[in-house]
C-alpha cells in the first residue's frame, strides 16, 4: 500500500524549495548566490529573509531522510542491481548531461551575477559554453549528492545482508528517536568552519555529504519501519509544537547573520530546530495528509521536474528585473514568485514530451506512463 503521505511532504517541500529560492534570491545576509538585496543589512532588515530561517536548517535534510525511506521500499521490489540503474538514469543523467542541455542558460545568469558582468569578454565559444554549463549546476547538487549516497548505501548494504542493522534500528522509541539529533549535529560538524578562499572548502561545505549522508542512512534504516512511523505519528503534536518553539528562538536570536554559514549551521539551537522540524512534519503528514487527489497525484510525479527546472526562471527573471528594472522590491518579489509557479510548470510539460531533451533533463525514458 503507497503511502501518501510521503508523497505529499516531498512535493510540500519542493514547492517551499521554490518559494525559498524566491527569497534567497534577493537577500542581504551575506547568503552565496543570488544578486543581492535592496539595501545593506541592518539598515535594511528585509525582514522577508526571515523565510530562510524557516526552511533551510530542514528541507534539504527532510528530502534526504525521505529519500532513504524510499529508497528501502524501492530496494524490498527490486534488485540492487536493476535499482541502482534506475537511480543512475534518474539522478546522474541529469546531473551531467542535462548541464549542457539545459542548464547552461542558468549557468549564465550565475555567472554573469557572481562576476558583475564582463567575465566571458574574449572566451572562446567551446570554453564560454563549458564554463557556463558547470556553473548551471545550481540546485542540481541535491540530486548529484544523492546518486553518491544511493552508492554508498549498496556499500553499507552488502555488510548487513541479513538486516540485521535495519531490523535492530525498527526497535527505537521516541526518546531514541528524538535523541538520533546528536547525529544530525555530528553531520554538521563536518563542514569547514574557515572555507579558504581558493580551495575546495566552499565546495565541501555546499554539498555536505557526509552531513546529508545521515539523514539518508536514517530514513532507510530507522523511518522506512512502520513501528517507527506511528510512534512519531502518536507524538504529532508535541513534536510540532516543540519545533516552532525552536525555530522561533533561533529566527529572534539569530536573524541578520548567514544562515547557511558553518557556524550557524553547526549551532547546537539550528541542529535542535532543524531536527525537531524533520521529525515534526514527519509526524503532521502521517497524522494529515495520508492521503491523495488529482493534484496531489500530479504533484507526486511532477515534482522532481519542477526542482529541475525553477531555478532557470529564478535566475534569468530575478537577474533581469533587479538589472533593468526600477520596479519596487515588493513587486520584484511578487512577479518572480507567480512566475516561479506558473512557468516552471509550463517549461517542465514543455521539455518532458521532447524524447532526448525529457531523457538528458529529467532522466525519463519513454511516456509519461513509462517512466521510472
Known amino acids: 500500500m503507497r503511502k501518501h503521505w510521503i508523497d505529499n511532504l516531498r ?3 519542493v514547492l517551499l524549495v521554490l518559494f525559498y529560492h524566491v527569497i534567497y534570491f534577493y537577500n542581504n545576509k551575506g547568503v552565496f548566490g543570488g544578486i543581492g538585496g535592496f539595501g545593506d543589512y541592518p539598515e535594511h532588515p528585509q525582514y522577508q529573509d526571515i523565510v530562510m530561517y524557516v526552511l533551510y536548517p530542514w528541507f534539504m535534510p527532510l528530502l534526504f531522510l525521505l529519500a532513504g525511506i524510499g529508497a528501502r521500499y524501492a530496494l524490498q521490489k527490486k534488485s540492487a542491481k536493476e535499482w541502482f540503474k534506475a537511480r543512475t538514469r534518474k539522478l546522474l543523467v541529469p546531473g551531467t548531461i542535462g548541464l549542457f542541455v539545459l542548464h547552461w542558460m542558468t549557468g549564465y545568469f550565475n555567472t554573469v551575477v557572481a562576476a558583475r558582468g564582463g567575465v566571458f569578454d574574449g572566451m572562446p565559444g567551446v570554453v564560454k559554453y ?6 548551471g549546476i545550481g540546485p542540481l547538487w541535491f540530486i548529484q549528492v544523492l546518486w553518491i549516497l544511493c552508492l554508498v548505501l549498496l556499500l553499507v548494504r552488502a555488510l548487513d545482508k541479513k538486516d540485521r542493522f535495519w531490523t535492530w534500528c525498527g526497535k527505537a522509541n521516541i526518546v531514541w528517536i528524538i535523541l538520533l539529533g546528536v547525529l544530525f549535529w555530528v553531520g554538521e560538524q563536518t563542514l569547514v568552519r574557515n572555507p579558504r578562499a581558493e580551495s575546495l572548502d566552499g565546495l565541501w561545505n555546499l554539498y555536505k555529504p557526509l552531513f546529508y549522508l545521515i539523514p539518508f542512512l536514517l530514513g532507510y534504516f530507522v523511518f522506512s519501519h512502520d513501528e517507527v512511523q506511528e510512534k512519531l505519528r502518536q507524538a504529532w503534536i508535541p513534536l510540532v509544537c516543540c ?11 539569530t536573524f541578520g547573520q548567514d544562515n547557511t554559514s558553518p557556524r550557524y549551521l553547526g549551532s547546537p539551537l539550528n541542529c535542535l530546530y532543524g531536527w525537531l522540524a524533520c521529525l515534526a512534519l514527519m509526524a503532521w503528514f502521517q497524522a494529515k ?29 530575478g537577474y533581469m528585473m533587479k538589472t533593468y528594472t526600477t520596479l519596487p522590491p515588493a513587486v520584484m518579489y ?13 517549461l517542465y510539460e514543455l521539455l518532458r514530451r521532447i524524447p532526448v531533451v525529457r531523457w538528458c533533463v529529467f532522466g525519463e525514458k519513454g511516456t509519461r506512463k513509462g517512466t521510472a
Open 11 to 13: 512535493w510540500v517541500t
Open 130 to 135: 563549458a564554463v557556463m554549463a558547470i556553473s
Open 243 to 253: 519545533a516552532a518553539v525552536a525555530g522561533i528562538v533561533l529566527i529572534v536570536t
Open 289 to 317: 495528509f495520508d492521503r491523495t487527489g488529482k493534484f496531489a497525484a500530479y504533484m507526486t510525479k511532477s515534482s522532481f521536474g519542477l526542482y529541475i527546472v525553477h531555478y532557470l526562471v529564478v535566475a534569468s527573471l
Open 334 to 346: 511578487l512577479i518572480l514568485a507567480v512566475a516561479v509557479f506558473t512557468l516552471s510548470p509550463l
